[in-house]
C-alpha cells in the first residue's frame, strides 16, 4: 500500500516563498507520477502540477507555471514544491497525490492535506 505525507504548509505574507514536501511510502512503481492539487475554500480542486520520474517530466498549471517549481528525490521517494511570489488567490488545501502512470481520471493515492494561508 502507498501514503503519501505533506509538510510545510503555514501562513505567508504576499510575494512570500513556501516549500511543500510530500513523503511516500510504498512501491515506487505505484507513484511513478507525483502531483499536486488544491482546494480553496468553496472551490473545486484544482491541478497544479505534476512530474514523472520515468523521465522527470513535468507540466504545471497555468496559474503557477513562472512562480512555483516541482522536483522530486527518487532515493527518499519525495517530492517538493517550491512556491515563490505567493499570491492570496494561492490559499487553499495543497493535496499530494501519486499514480503508476499520467491517469485519464482520478490519481490512486492522496495524502492528507496541507493548509498554505497567503495573506495580503
Known amino acids: 500500500q502507498v501514503q503519501l505525507v505533506e509538510s510545510g504548509g503555514g501562513l505567508v505574507q504576499a510575494g512570500g516563498s513556501l516549500r511543500l514536501s510530500c513523503a511516500a511510502s510504498?512501491?515506487?512503481?505505484?507513484?511513478?507520477?507525483m502531483a499536486w492539487f488544491r482546494q480553496a475554500p468553496g472551490k473545486e480542486r484544482e491541478f497544479v502540477v505534476r512530474i514523472r520520474r520515468s523521465d522527470d517530466s513535468t507540466y504545471y498549471a497555468d496559474s503557477v507555471k513562472d512562480r512555483f517549481s516541482i522536483s522530486r528525490d527518487n532515493v527518499k521517494n519525495t517530492v517538493y514544491l517550491q512556491m515563490n511570489g505567493l499570491k492570496p488567490e494561492d490559499t487553499a488545501v495543497y493535496y499530494c497525490a501519486g499514480h503508476p502512470f499520467v491517469p485519464t481520471s482520478q490519481y490512486n493515492y492522496w495524502g492528507q492535506g496541507t493548509q498554505v494561508t497567503v495573506s495580503s
Open positions: 510504498g512501491r515506487s512503481f505505484l507513484t511513478d507520477v
